[in-house]
């Protein structure tokens, strides 16, 4: 998993936000604040474009973001991806990102949660994020009755050792984009055509499959309080 930046202003200062065609004016009045955005069905390029030029554009002063939102079908690869891990061609579009990270699946039924925050401000360091991250999903499961899990050397969650949720992020001039996706209520099938975040035989599994009756868009709500919650229990620090 790797890291990697929108522009710096003044703390406090008012900062005009244009994001899917929405302008806010704000100022920070606690570093902590997360401001949750539910985009509903965006095709994959929109949104990556969006948070690399939210990133690139934001100042000091930017309220942080959590934007909860699904995609067409898409696979994606991170950086330094291996298109080996994509086992056999299929209709599925590729996508060649700046996230860390191998290769994922992302479509309609899995809730997709990018975080854009001001690392620094927030005292975060990026293994503090991504601890923070999988604990908001764990957290989110264990309201379920489901045991949710990290494993050692592979970001993300899993439940009885098959994935639940991935991780991959980008840091840039200490704030991150891209964040986690959950997998839901949606076709697990095009898995099996790829080595799931590059670990051969990688099961995956979702909310459904654990007798969890909810859509994605139900289910972003409840992430997002939990990725709220997990961020203050961890930061801001002095």
Known sequence: MEIGEWAMGDVGAPR???????????????PASLIPRSLGLVPYAVAYEDMRRFTLTRSASTPDELWLLEHPPVYTVGQAGRLEHLLRETAI?????????????????????????????????????????????????????????????????????AKIAALGLRVRNGCSYHGLALNVAMDLAPFRDIDPCGYEGLQVTQLADLGVEAPASDVADLLAARVDAALRADGPKA
């Open 16 to 30: 005009r936000v244009t994001t899917h065609g929405v302008t806010v004016t704000s100022h920070i009045a606690d």
């Open 93 to 161: 579009p590729v996508a060649r990102v700046d996230r860390g990270g191998q290769i994922t699946f992302h479509g309609p039924g899995q809730l997709v949660a990018y975080v854009l925050l001001d690392l620094r401000r927030r005292g975060l360091t990026v293994r503090r994020l991504v601890a923070a991250l999988e604990q908001a999903v764990i957290d989110l499961l264990a309201g379920y009755r489901i045991a949710g899990a990290r494993r050692p050397g592979a970001p993300g969650v899993y439940v009885a050792g």
